[in-house]
């Protein structure tokens, strides 16, 4: 089994920062892509930023500038730091990771999610 863990969300007034953390846990061979996806209340979950293997990293328009995603590969991590925080950015951060693992027709590829974890930014 493979399992994702975030920690880190909270309450930060505007401007403040936070910083989200998640790491991956199980039997796999390898962590191709992974990334963070929000949902905030009444919306599609949206893609934030996402960090490839090589380190090569995409963000979400509204979020350039302000956050940064990076990732540990030793130790199966991957980071967002949130800086400038606005209220729009209240939602549930969700880590998301593309995992590689061993089955019967050889190594398959498949996202696995997180639980989840509430970021609440007060005006």
């Known amino acids: 089994q493979v399992q994702l863990v975030e920690s880190g969300g909270g309450l930060v007034q505007a401007g403040g920062s936070l910083s989200l953390s998640c790491v991956v846990s199980?039997?796999?061979?390898?962590?191709?892509?992974m990334g963070w996806y929000r949902q905030g209340p009444g919306k599609q979950r949206e893609l934030v930023a996402q960090i490839t293997s090589g380190g090569s990293s995409n963000y979400e328009d509204s979020v350039k500038d302000r956050f940064t995603i990076s990732r540990d590969n030793a130790k199966n991590m991957v980071y967002l730091q949130m800086n400038s925080l606005k209220p729009e950015d209240t939602a549930v951060y969700y880590c998301?990771?593309?995992?590689?693992?061993?089955?019967?027709?050889?190594?398959?590829?498949?996202?696995?999610w997180g639980q989840g974890t509430q970021v609440t930014v007060s005006s």
């Open positions: 998301n990771a593309d995992i590689v693992r061993v089955s019967w027709f050889g190594n398959q590829i498949r996202p696995y």
């Open positions: 199980g039997s796999f061979v390898s962590i191709n892509n």
